[in-house]
């Protein structure tokens, strides 16, 4: 059974940083790419970044892109998400997942659908004001 346990959230006012934590365990961590989403009130569970099993590769949303990075440290079965210059859209609560395919390359759909992973944590609150 894989856990998962999402950490680092918190309220920041627009422009600041955080940094998202999540420890993994139930699965060799460094075989799996990872993935983290949001969910905002009222809307879809949405891709926001994602690193392959090796951390060679990454992709990310859009939205996000040039303002957050994804990384992972496979010592601790941790990934992390850095966030910078925050802007009050990204008030959601940031799960992680890992990606359900053994040693799956960042290459397709898959990655970017919520429906394609298996595990959730409980997700960590992060509230940006404006």
């Known amino acids: 059974q894989v856990q998962l346990v999402e950490s680092g959230g918190g309220l920041v006012q627009a422009g600041g940083s955080l940094r998202l934590s999540c420890g993994a365990s139930g699965r060799t961590f460094s075989n799996y790419g990872m993935a983290w989403f949001r969910q905002a009130p009222g809307k879809e569970r949405a891709f926001v970044a994602a690193?392959?099993?090796?951390?060679?590769?990454?992709d990310y949303a859009d939205s996000v892109k040039g303002r957050f990075a994804i990384s992972r440290d496979d010592a601790k079965n941790a990934v992390y998400l850095q966030m910078n210059s925050l802007k009050p859209e990204d008030t959601a609560v940031y799960y992680c997942?890992?990606?359900?395919?053994?040693?799956?390359?960042?290459?397709?759909?898959?990655?970017?659908?919520?429906?394609?992973?298996?595990?959730w944590g409980q997700g960590t609150q992060v509230t940006v004001s404006s």
């Open positions: 690193i392959s099993w090796s951390g060679g590769s990454t």
């Open positions: 997942a890992p990606h359900p395919t053994f040693r799956r390359a960042i290459t397709d759909s898959t990655w970017r659908s919520a429906a394609s992973y298996d595990y």
